[in-house]
T-cell receptor
């Protein structure tokens, strides 16, 4: 099925550093989303993007919807230990048959060393 | 906490058996989607229910079936379990069809098939 290519697969950083991760696809998406998943929990929505070129912030998090509608990135500034977790990009494909189905990337595992 | 509850939280089944997983959607939400998340992967869309009818299905065989009840709670049934069905099964509810960006995920049911 349709896949989003998310990179990097994992990151090991020091507290206070900035983090950047991205997602790309060969298909066009109408909506890009970024989620965080903690162990034993379901994904929690961090940021939603609805228009090409849109840049949206949520506290220390900033995400952008790529101009081509085929990519998105997420930045985390001044990382803290509670940022540890798995980050997923997700999108809703353009076209009338997507039924609101979310397509997820493979995830980026973030480890923050104090 | 999202208000979406899933039961049971953990389950062990034998290959060939059948399993039923349950999801109570958030109050006021009439759309429920189910996702399968294999270890180390992003969630994969199984299907979506809106007003008690299936409205969109991912690339899963017919032995994966579901129901939605008048109170909008939902069940996922899997027949003839296979080892590869071992995964975290996530339920997400949203307030209306197509509003998947406002979907809230439950904590998931961890299914192990032995």
């Amino acid at each position: 099925g349709q896949q989003l290519n998310q990179s990097p697969q994992s990151m090991f950083i020091q507290e206070g550093e900035d983090v950047s991760m991205n997602c790309t696809s060969s298909s066009i998406f109408n909506t890009w989303l970024w989620y965080k998943q903690d162990p034993g929990e379901g994904p929690v929505l961090l940021i939603a993007l609805y228009k090409a070129g849109e840049l949206t912030s949520n506290g220390r998090l900033t995400a952008q919807f790529g101009i081509t509608r085929k990519d998105s990135f997420l930045n985390i500034s001044a990382s803290i230990p509670s940022d540890v977790g798995i980050y997923f990009c997700a999108g809703i494909l353009a076209g009338g048959t997507s039924y609101g189905k979310l397509t997820f990337g493979q995830g980026t595992i973030l480890t923050v060393h104090p | 906490e999202t208000g979406v509850t899933q039961s049971p939280t953990h389950l062990i089944k034998t290959r060939g058996q059948q399993v039923t997983l349950r999801c109570s959607s958030q109050s006021g939400h009439n759309t429920v989607s189910w996702y399968q998340q294999a270890l180390g992967q992003g969630p994969q869309f199984i299907f979506q229910y809106y007003r008690e009818e299936e409205n969109g299905r991912g690339n899963f065989p017919p032995r994966f079936s579901g129901l939605q009840f008048p109170n909008y709670s939902s069940e996922l049934n899997v027949n003839a379990l296979e080892l590869d069905d071992s995964a975290l099964y996530l339920c997400a509810s949203s307030a209306a069809l197509g509003r998947s960006t406002e979907a809230f995920f439950g904590q998931g049911t961890r299914l192990t098939v032995v």
